[in-house]
Protein backbone atom coordinates (compact mmCIF):
# COMPACT_ATOMS: atom_id res chain seq x y z
CA UNK A 1 0.00 0.00 0.00
CA UNK A 2 1.45 2.99 -0.75
CA UNK A 3 2.45 6.28 1.39
CA UNK A 4 -0.11 8.32 0.51
CA UNK A 5 -3.10 6.07 1.31
CA UNK A 6 -1.67 5.02 4.94
CA UNK A 7 -1.96 8.77 5.68
CA UNK A 8 -5.25 9.10 4.67
CA UNK A 9 -6.42 5.62 6.52
CA UNK A 10 -4.47 7.13 9.37
CA UNK A 11 -6.55 9.86 9.23
CA UNK A 12 -9.83 8.25 8.74
CA UNK A 13 -8.94 6.53 11.82
CA UNK A 14 -8.97 9.52 14.04
CA UNK A 15 -12.21 10.26 12.66
CA UNK A 16 -13.43 6.84 13.75
CA UNK A 17 -12.54 7.36 17.07
CA UNK A 18 -14.38 10.34 17.40
CA UNK A 19 -17.39 8.97 16.38
CA UNK A 20 -17.08 5.56 18.17
CA UNK A 21 -16.23 7.67 21.48
CA UNK A 22 -19.70 9.97 20.63
CA UNK A 23 -21.85 7.06 19.78
CA UNK A 24 -21.08 4.47 22.38
CA UNK A 25 -20.58 7.67 25.08
CA UNK A 26 -24.34 8.22 24.29
CA UNK A 27 -25.03 4.81 24.49
CA UNK A 28 -23.85 4.59 28.15
CA UNK A 29 -26.23 7.33 29.00
CA UNK A 30 -29.05 5.35 27.45
CA UNK A 31 -28.26 2.45 29.30
CA UNK A 32 -27.16 4.17 32.47
CA UNK A 33 -24.14 2.83 32.69
CA UNK A 34 -21.27 2.87 30.72
CA UNK A 35 -19.91 -0.53 32.05
CA UNK A 36 -22.41 -1.46 29.95
CA UNK A 37 -21.75 0.55 26.61
CA UNK A 38 -17.98 -1.00 26.72
CA UNK A 39 -19.37 -4.63 27.03
CA UNK A 40 -21.86 -3.75 23.91
CA UNK A 41 -19.21 -2.02 21.82
CA UNK A 42 -16.19 -4.47 22.76
CA UNK A 43 -18.52 -7.73 22.10
CA UNK A 44 -19.43 -6.18 18.47
CA UNK A 45 -16.07 -5.28 18.05
CA UNK A 46 -14.81 -9.32 18.86
CA UNK A 47 -17.48 -10.38 16.21
CA UNK A 48 -16.45 -8.25 13.47
CA UNK A 49 -12.92 -9.20 13.73
CA UNK A 50 -13.80 -12.89 14.13
CA UNK A 51 -15.71 -12.45 10.95
CA UNK A 52 -13.04 -10.95 9.26
CA UNK A 53 -10.61 -13.30 10.66
CA UNK A 54 -12.64 -16.37 9.22
CA UNK A 55 -12.65 -14.29 5.65
CA UNK A 56 -9.22 -13.52 5.33
CA UNK A 57 -6.89 -16.00 7.05
CA UNK A 58 -6.14 -18.74 5.04
CA UNK A 59 -3.39 -20.84 8.04
CA UNK A 60 -3.31 -20.11 11.92
CA UNK A 61 -0.14 -20.38 13.55
CA UNK A 62 1.12 -23.19 14.92
CA UNK A 63 0.70 -24.84 18.41
CA UNK A 64 4.69 -23.91 18.45
CA UNK A 65 4.57 -20.79 17.29
CA UNK A 66 1.83 -19.71 19.87
CA UNK A 67 3.74 -21.32 22.87
CA UNK A 68 6.67 -18.95 21.83
CA UNK A 69 4.90 -15.91 22.41
CA UNK A 70 4.79 -14.35 25.56
CA UNK A 71 1.96 -15.20 27.86
CA UNK A 72 0.99 -10.78 29.00
CA UNK A 73 1.03 -10.55 25.56
CA UNK A 74 -2.34 -12.38 25.01
CA UNK A 75 -3.53 -10.20 28.00
CA UNK A 76 -2.23 -6.77 27.74
CA UNK A 77 -3.67 -5.11 24.67
CA UNK A 78 -7.35 -6.70 25.56
CA UNK A 79 -6.43 -5.04 29.02
CA UNK A 80 -5.41 -1.41 27.77
CA UNK A 81 -8.45 -1.48 25.23
CA UNK A 82 -10.87 -1.95 28.16
CA UNK A 83 -9.47 0.62 30.45
CA UNK A 84 -9.17 2.76 27.41
CA UNK A 85 -12.93 2.28 25.76
CA UNK A 86 -14.30 2.31 29.61
CA UNK A 87 -12.54 5.51 30.65
CA UNK A 88 -13.54 7.19 27.09
CA UNK A 89 -17.22 6.07 27.64
CA UNK A 90 -17.18 7.54 31.26
CA UNK A 91 -15.57 10.98 30.28
CA UNK A 92 -17.30 12.32 27.17
CA UNK A 93 -20.17 13.23 28.74
CA UNK A 94 -18.50 14.66 31.60
CA UNK A 95 -15.92 16.69 29.63
CA UNK A 96 -17.46 17.04 26.01
CA UNK A 97 -16.08 15.34 23.33
CA UNK A 98 -13.85 17.93 22.07
CA UNK A 99 -12.09 18.31 25.17
CA UNK A 100 -11.78 14.41 25.73
CA UNK A 101 -10.37 13.72 22.22
CA UNK A 102 -7.99 16.54 22.17
CA UNK A 103 -6.21 15.64 25.77
CA UNK A 104 -6.39 12.06 24.72
CA UNK A 105 -4.78 12.65 21.31
CA UNK A 106 -2.40 14.79 23.67
CA UNK A 107 -1.24 11.90 25.59
CA UNK A 108 -0.65 9.76 22.41
CA UNK A 109 1.14 12.02 21.20
CA UNK A 110 3.64 12.74 24.04
CA UNK A 111 3.44 8.95 24.63
CA UNK A 112 4.12 7.61 20.52
CA UNK A 113 6.85 10.42 20.66
CA UNK A 114 8.34 9.11 23.50
CA UNK A 115 7.93 4.95 22.67
CA UNK A 116 9.36 5.79 19.07
CA UNK A 117 12.43 7.81 20.19
CA UNK A 118 13.73 4.40 22.22
CA UNK A 119 11.62 1.73 19.70
CA UNK A 120 9.78 0.47 22.72
CA UNK A 121 7.66 -2.57 21.07
CA UNK A 122 9.84 -3.60 19.06
CA UNK A 123 8.91 -0.68 16.76
CA UNK A 124 11.62 0.97 14.39
CA UNK A 125 13.35 3.68 16.00
CA UNK A 126 12.46 7.57 15.71
CA UNK A 127 14.77 9.86 17.12
CA UNK A 128 13.04 12.29 18.98
CA UNK A 129 14.00 15.52 16.79
CA UNK A 130 13.91 19.75 17.64
CA UNK A 131 11.27 19.55 14.97
CA UNK A 132 9.37 16.62 16.65
CA UNK A 133 9.10 18.44 19.93
CA UNK A 134 8.21 22.34 18.36
CA UNK A 135 5.12 20.07 16.72
CA UNK A 136 4.00 18.48 19.69
CA UNK A 137 4.13 21.58 21.91
CA UNK A 138 2.26 23.34 18.87
CA UNK A 139 -0.14 20.53 18.82
CA UNK A 140 -0.37 20.93 22.93
CA UNK A 141 -0.87 24.52 22.89
CA UNK A 142 -3.71 23.71 20.43
CA UNK A 143 -5.25 21.78 22.82
CA UNK A 144 -4.85 24.09 25.24
CA UNK A 145 -6.52 26.99 23.14
CA UNK A 146 -9.52 24.91 22.18
CA UNK A 147 -10.09 24.04 25.87
CA UNK A 148 -9.48 27.71 27.39
Known amino acids: MNHPILLLLSFSVGIMVVIQGGVNARLGILLDNSLLA ?20 KEFPSMHQLKEIPLYMYFTGGLLSFLAVSLFYYIIPQLGISTAVTLGLSGQLIFAAIAGHFGWFNMPLEPITVKK ?10 VILIKT
Open 38 to 57: TTTALTMSASFTFIALLLTV
Open 133 to 142: VLGVVIIISG
